[in-house]
């Protein structure tokens, strides 16, 4: 499909894409086996093709509160599982209003609330329904959450009263690999919670991690169990090694895979939000998964918060530079630009 033909043939699969081609097993078992340069190359320029057309140069940028890193499960990846002896924090309600505050005086499309499944906030609900109402008074933003997984009720209030976007990532839709990751959770509860709060109005992300055991068959029944769902955001991450868990002292896997599959999720998602996230290689590292076809920036911290992302490729760094202002500087180098306020809006407004 893409080795062994010219840039001009690679318009041509650019423009089947974009008319509805839907790609085969065959199609993906190809495109994720590619390891020459020069191939993968070809496939990330299909991808900005199709992204070009359905996006022009605009991106969408979201800023990052890790509110609360409290956790009460035990996934092998995370450096925030409940077994990990870490320092954690959860902010009060003051704090959370001045950090939102500050987002709304930046060029932030859409505030990302995430927190580990802290007892505090899952046992008494009401408590996370004010967190989201008082970030929606401040900012007057749309709100995605991060909570994990809440029962129907919860998901109801919380969109009731201003979320507007559930991310929960399955991590893998391959069962053997999920029970081996989040252990002791239930897969079809999690699934449940997307699909629930899709059909009640809300935008979804779907979400997979790669270098983590994962093999090409692995990662087509992934890509197939997200598309299943009809998600309005797609992810790949790349799993990051964290001290003092379980999966400590797996390889880290170069990006390459990641870039690989956020090409493909464009080819399979055209017209879907898909994220370069700051977290995993920084401001460098965005303008990389970009050029392999994202559209959205996720992860943006203030250059002078002392919030944790989740992988936090910048915990040992003494300056961050994950602030919208350096984001907008690059993205502007590379020939795009933020989107208008109005244009995200009309997109999860749909
Ligand atoms: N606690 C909520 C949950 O699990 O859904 C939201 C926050 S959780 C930390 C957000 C996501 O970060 C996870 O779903 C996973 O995809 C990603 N993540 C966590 N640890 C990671 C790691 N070591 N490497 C790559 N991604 C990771
Ligand atoms: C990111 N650190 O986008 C964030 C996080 C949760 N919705 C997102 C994984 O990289
Ligand atoms: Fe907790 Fe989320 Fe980390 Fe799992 S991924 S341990 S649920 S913070």
Redesign the pocket.
């Known amino acids: 499909m893409i080795s062994n033909i010219n840039y001009w043939d690679l318009d041509a699969v650019a423009d089947s894409i974009i008319r509805g081609r839907k790609l085969t097993d065959d199609n993906l078992r190809e495109l994720l086996s590619l390891t020459e340069e020069e191939d993968i190359q070809k496939l990330n320029y299909v991808a900005r093709k199709v992204r070009d057309h359905f996006f022009g140069n605009r991106v969408f940028l979201y800023s990052f509160v890790y509110f609360s890193t409290h956790?009460k499960n035990n996934?092998a990846?995370?450096?925030?599982n409940r077994c990990n002896d870490i320092q954690r924090y959860r902010l009060d309600m003051d704090e959370i209003r001045s950090i939102a505050r500050a987002v709304k005086n930046e060029t932030i499309h859409m505030v990302d609330l995430?927190?580990?499944?802290d007892p505090y906030f899952h046992n008494e609900p009401e408590k996370f329904v004010d967190v989201v109402k008082a970030v929606k008074e401040e900012t007057g933003l749309p709100i995605m959450i991060?909570?994990?997984v809440m029962d129907d009720t919860t998901l109801t209030k919380l969109h009731e009263n201003g979320a507007n976007f559930l991310a929960?990532?399955q991590?893998t839709h391959d069962k053997d690999l999920y029970r081996k990751l989040r252990v002791g959770q239930s897969f079809d509860e999690r699934n449940h919670a997307r699909q629930f709060a899709k059909n009640i109005g809300y935008c979804v992300e779907d979400?997979i991690?790669t270098g983590v055991g994962n093999d090409i068959e692995s990662t087509i029944v992934s890509l197939r169990g997200m598309e299943n769902g009809q998600p309005d955001m797609v992810r790949v991450?790349?799993?990051?090694p964290?001290e003092g868990t379980p999966l400590e002292e797996v390889d880290q896997e170069s990006s390459l895979s990641e870039l690989k599959i956020i090409s493909v999720l464009r080819l399979m998602f055209p017209d879907k939000l898909i994220p370069a996230s700051l977290d995993l290689e920084g401001i460098d590292g965005m303008v990389h998964r970009l050029n392999a076809g994202a559209n959205v920036v996720t992860s943006i911290i203030s250059a002078d918060s002392s919030l944790e992302g989740?992988?936090n490729y910048d915990r040992e760094l003494e300056e961050r530079d994950r602030d919208s202002k350096s984001v907008i500087k690059r993205l502007r180098s590379m020939g795009m630009e933020p989107a208008s306020q109005a244009e995200f809006n009309s997109i999860i407004e749909k």
């Open positions: 956790c996934c990846f995370c450096y925030y995430t927190m580990g499944e991060s909570p994990g929960l990532y991590e979400g991690l991450m790349t799993f990051v964290q989740v992988v």
